[in-house]
């Protein structure tokens, strides 16, 4: 029942700029913390951005400045707003929710490339 469906990913040049999107179900978004890990070629998955149910949001120090997450909990959705990307951010991205039980989307590809 509980569904986490990501979207936005794509191919884009170093320097641009993609937004991704998670859409929950079967879950009271407004309760979980919402996290974007990446899991990117030979590597592990790591986190990116992560936004509590309170509002607070930390990130990886790889991506501040760059990356902002964010969530409307009227459309129980969160998302991931990447500027000035560069080819080590290439990597499949995950959609995560959690309190104690965790849920994972499939993920989107992001392929940052010239």
């Known amino acids: 029942q509980v569904q986490l469906v990501e979207s936005g990913g794509g191919l884009v040049q170093p320097g641009g700029s993609l937004r991704l999107s998670c859409a929950a179900s079967g879950i009271v978004f407004t309760l979980y913390h919402m996290t974007w890990y990446r899991e990117a070629p030979g590597k592990q998955r790591e986190l990116v951005a992560r936004i509590a149910s309170g509002g607070s949001t930390n990130y990886a120090d790889s991506v501040k400045g760059r990356f902002t997450i964010s969530r409307d909990n009227a459309k129980n959705t969160v998302y991931l707003q990447m500027n000035s990307l560069q080819p080590d951010d290439t990597a499949v991205y995950y959609c995560?929710?959690?309190?104690?039980?965790?849920?994972w989307g499939q993920g989107t590809q992001v392929t940052v490339s010239s």
């Open positions: 995560n929710a959690k309190i104690l039980m965790e849920y």
